[in-house]
């Protein structure tokens, strides 16, 4: 067996406190970021409550944060938050499913179709511009 040198003992722990110092730094660096993160979500429940009490909104489409938890918090007290949730994934897997099946069906036939492709050109050409 080969004792380390004392140089090698001395590199050994000046590597480990920089291990350590780094390691700290990105924990400190992580918790700023999750504050400045957080500090933004209030911040922006804030301001949708303040646009709704003052009408800068719609409250009829946006409604108010503290009437939406209110109303999450009645559904979860009387049971009926999962058969919402429910129907919620339920339509969603439907739209995908429907969509997915239209998608694919149109894709087939405006590929074996030689007249579909020429006649449907100038509509790709506007979407794609428009989605610009």
Request: overall charge positive; glycine content about 6%.
């Amino acid at each position: 067996m080969n004792p380390m040198n004392p140089k090698q003992e001395k590199r050994d722990e000046w590597m480990g406190q920089l291990h350590r110092n780094h390691i700290q730094q990105v924990a400190r660096w992580r918790h700023q970021v999750l504050a400045v993160q957080l500090s933004m979500l209030v911040c922006m429940f804030l301001l949708w409550e303040v646009a709704g009490r003052l009408r800068w909104i719609d409250v009829l489409l946006f409604s108010y944060p503290s009437k939406i938890f209110a109303q999450i918090g009645k559904d979860i007290a009387s049971g009926e938050l999962w058969a919402h949730v429910g129907v919620t994934v339920g339509e969603t897997a439907v739209g995908f499913l429907l969509g997915t099946l239209v998608g694919t069906l149109l894709a087939v036939l405006i590929w074996w179709s030689p007249f579909c492709p020429k006649c449907l050109t100038l509509i790709w050409l506007c979407s794609t511009v428009c989605q610009r």
